[in-house]
């Protein structure tokens, strides 16, 4: 894969997360260059060197990305500048939003006891809206648990290398 591959990933990465979740695309460029770079620790200067982007922009990616705890800081000793890196359990992290869940269904409910008797099509979608925050509260936890233990099969067999700095969170 030469560099402009690379770079085209990181693009490719960007839109899909500016189109999926509304995301500038710089953000999203930050994270698939922080998949597939070497070494997989960058500081600020050289995610900014390798995206062609200025440094501001890497800057306010990496604090959103740090925020939503995709990414972890890191500084070796004697070093002066900050080293980021995709968090080790990043797509578990993805499943662990109960308190999002939780207070998207306490927003429905509080648009419920707003409508009040208003007629059922005006209720539908918040009480799907509660329905389907308390399924994801329910299930997400089981799913995690379900994740790990096919990653650890996949490891066992060699299909997927190990990640010893990696946390079982």
Known sequence: MTFDDELAFADEVGRHFARQNGLPPITGRVAGWLLICDPPQQSIAELSEALRAS??????AVSALEEWSWIQRSRAAGERMDRVSLHPAIWLR?????????????????????????????????????????????????LAAEWRAHRDALRASGELPGD??????
């Not at 440094?55 to 306010?60: H, I, K, T």
């Open 55 to 60: 440094r501001s922009a890497v800057s306010g």
């Open 94 to 142: 993805m499943t662990d939003k109960s308190t999002e869940y939780a207070s998207l269904g306490a927003l429905a409910r509080h648009g419920l006891a707003v409508l009040g008797d208003a007629p059922a099509p005006r209720r539908a979608r918040l009480l799907e809206t509660v329905a389907f925050a308390d399924f994801l509260l329910e299930r997400m936890p089981a």
């Open 164 to 169: 010893p700095g990696a946390r079982s969170s």
